[in-house]
């Protein structure tokens, strides 16, 4: 995918009232800042950037700021909704972000984390 098309889909999928920036140069890292109604994430370039934009989304989207859930199930629906859309946008997920998603949200997997989600990541 080209990067006009990358924002494109940014512009179609950034939250009603939310704004979008880049990460500082060179950094991996994304965050969702509920308060100030802004994703930071990564320049797109491809499948793995494309998950972690659609992921911050995720948590915008799914109003993780007011439901209040465990932190694990928030990661496991953050994840869940940026598969969705990769599917929908006809990208081949890799097993090796498939594992690497699974391994995030196994970091907030504690004793209180649903079965669903404890089997998603394998734990
Ligand atoms: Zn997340």
New binding site residues.
Partial sequence: MQSLLYDEIIKRHTPRGWTVCLSPEGAKWAW?FVDSRKIMVPRITGASTLYVFF??V??AVLDHEHRKQLRSV??YE??QYAFGLLRVYGVVVSRGLVQEAKAYVKTYIGPRTPDYVKRWAKV
């Fill in positions: 969702c992921h911050e995720g948590h928030e990661e953050a994840t």
